[in-house]
């Protein structure tokens, strides 16, 4: 299912609204949630570590997954999670990785915190939040199944807020974008919390938290 499932609900409700216009603040939506409310998360497997090169870019879609890296939240090698730094040393060498940081000029890249003196295949996996390559051909089920009145809300917020319209309702767009900010930080929450009730009860798959 693509974007047509908010379409069919916005449409009707803006009486004169060009469908490429609604389909565009819809898709404007849908990443703007999946980068700040972190909803969408992967873990991707099996990257390898290559001599003198501290960079390991994340290919989702090498891995069957239709989206593109929006932020890494974890990094393991060999099942044990490494050290989230804020910056990498410029040159330690060494043949074990402690710690990683995301590099600032690329979601999708990870930057080692060493200079590794041997390659090694298979050996990292990231847990990471992305945003779909192609709306019009594929959403995660997340968005459908527990976000979708989340991103309705700040569809119906933006198409409100346009000027001179026959549907032009500032006070409905005030209403309908603090509902999709609220929803957002909500939703992160969720996502943080693995989607239980309980945060102290919720662990990440075999790699512990």
């Not at 979601?107 to 090694?120: D, N």
């Not at 979708?148 to 209403?175: C, H």
Request: with cysteine; glycine share 6%.
């Amino acid at each position: 299912m693509s974007i047509v499932t908010w379409r069919d609900a916005v449409l009707p409700r803006l009486p004169g609204a060009l469908q490429a216009d609604v389909d565009a603040e819809i898709k404007i939506i849908i990443e703007r949630f999946c980068r700040d409310a972190t909803a969408w998360r992967k873990v991707l497997y099996d990257y390898d570590i290559v001599i003198n090169d501290r960079e390991i870019e994340l290919d989702p879609v090498d891995g069957g997954v239709e989206g593109k890296v929006a932020g890494i939240l974890r990094v393991y090698y060999d099942g044990t999670r490494l050290t989230d730094y804020s910056h990498v040393p410029f040159e330690v060498t060494s043949d074990y990785p402690t710690g990683w940081t995301q590099d600032p000029e690329d979601t999708s890249k990870i930057l080692l915190s060493y200079l590794p003196i041997s390659s090694v295949a298979d050996k990292i996996n990231a847990w990471v939040f992305l945003v779909p390559l192609d709306t019009d051909v594929f959403l995660p089920d997340v968005l459908l199944e527990t976000h979708w009145e989340d991103i309705f809300d700040g569809v119906m917020g933006r198409m409100y807020q346009k000027p001179n319209k026959p549907w032009t309702d500032l006070g409905a767009s005030a209403y309908h974008l603090k509902r999709f900010r609220t929803r957002s930080i909500q939703a992160r929450d969720m996502a943080n919390r693995g989607y239980t009730g309980n945060a102290q009860n919720w662990t990440f798959n075999s790699f512990g938290r």
